[in-house]
């Protein structure tokens, strides 16, 4: 293994829908609610497209889904991601990779500004591909190519990390090592298996 490649939201942050059901519980709203238009509405699902390959504007999407749940639509999806915090743990071990002579990359389905690639700090990846920023999202085959394009390896020398299973299919189909997350703990000492040096 010679790269490192990671999502964001939900590896390098804490767990995403843990912030939904947040925001649900805040609102009055059953706290599986957002995960359950996401998973099995069709409308939902194609305002999450729209929104994470960037055809749909930030205020666009807020309006449509505010009016799904029957919410109002201001800083709705701040309101959404504001239950999320960086996981210390991970970006630490990405960053320590990275001094060891690995590869990082970041392959990041995105929500617009309230995806803070900033707060992880500068100097933390070699390469980066963002949803909304080429037009396709995973689990789109065709980006996992061009992450491994932009890292300048072959899929085969990669270990990708994801928090959700479907996600790492098409990674795995590359020829990608795939290490589903669940949490710091767990993902960490994979990780240290498969690259054989100390990340934490």
């Not at 639509?73 to 001094?99: S, Y």
């Not at 389905?109 to 933390?124: E, V």
């Not at 990846?125 to 300048?152: C, H, N, T, W």
Request: aromatic letters at 8%; a negative charge.
């Amino acid at each position: 293994m010679r790269g490192l490649l990671v999502d964001f939201g939900g590896v390098l942050t804490s767990n995403v829908f843990a912030s939904f059901a947040s925001f649900c519980r805040a609102e009055g709203l059953d706290p599986d609610h957002v995960k359950r238009l996401f998973h099995g509405d069709e409308e939902a699902r194609d305002l999450l497209v729209g929104l994470e390959t960037g055809a749909l504007a930030e205020p666009d999407f807020e309006a449509a889904f505010a009016a799904k749940l029957g919410l109002p639509a201001d800083d709705l999806i701040a309101r959404l991601f504001g239950g999320i915090a960086p996981d210390e743990a991970m970006i630490g071990a990405v960053r320590a990779a990275r001094e060891q002579g690995f590869v990082t990359g970041l392959l990041s389905n995105s929500w617009g500004m309230a995806t803070d690639y900033a707060a992880l700090g500068p100097g933390l990846f070699d390469a980066q591909v963002i949803s909304a920023q080429e037009g396709m999202r995973k689990p789109d085959p065709r980006i996992y190519p061009l992450a491994a394009q932009r890292m300048e390896l072959d899929p085969a020398d990669i270990v990708f990390v994801d928090d959700l299973g479907f996600n790492l299919k098409p990674a795995r189909a590359l020829g990608m090592t795939t290490v589903l997350h669940a949490d710091a703990a767990t993902t960490l000492e994979e990780l240290e298996r498969l690259l054989g040096v100390e990340l934490r």
